[in-house]
């Protein structure tokens, strides 16, 4: 059985731990890593299993310090989900503009403390069903 393949966006303020985030759905963080800012974007596939199956999610993680977002547009093209990781203030609505039109968005907390599992549910159920 081939596996469904999915290119997800993920968005939000420089510093907010989108790639912190992506790492623990991969399963390699450690606490102790070392801030390093995304320079353009870093894609990671993820599997995923849920009631309909496994699915491979791409993650793109793109930048969120303006330096290094030469070309933000164009890395959410073809992107079946968007992601904006907030905080508590209102910076994430600035990254709404930037979503391509009928592509769907999830917004997730930053400073929730949710499991991996329920991280990966989240993204599964918002795919499938969509």
């Not at 390699?28 to 999610?57: F, H, L, S, W």
Request: aromatic share 10%.
């Amino acid at each position: 059985m081939q596996v469904q393949e999915y290119k997800v966006s993920l968005l939000g303020e420089k510093r907010i731990g989108k790639t912190r985030f992506v790492k623990k759905l991969y399963g390699n963080y450690t606490e102790e890593a070392i801030y390093k800012p995304t320079i353009g974007v870093e894609v990671t596939p993820i599997d995923i299993n849920g009631n309909e199956g496994k699915i491979r999610v791409s993650i793109w993680d793109n930048s969120g310090d303006e330096r290094y977002r030469g070309l933000k547009e164009q890395y959410h093209i073809n992107s079946t989900l968007v992601i904006i990781l907030k905080s508590n203030n209102e910076n994430y609505k600035q990254y709404e503009s930037e979503v391509p039109q009928n592509t769907p968005v999830i917004y997730l907390n930053a400073n929730e403390n949710k499991s991996v599992e329920e991280y990966k549910t989240i993204i599964y159920n918002a795919l499938i069903n969509n």
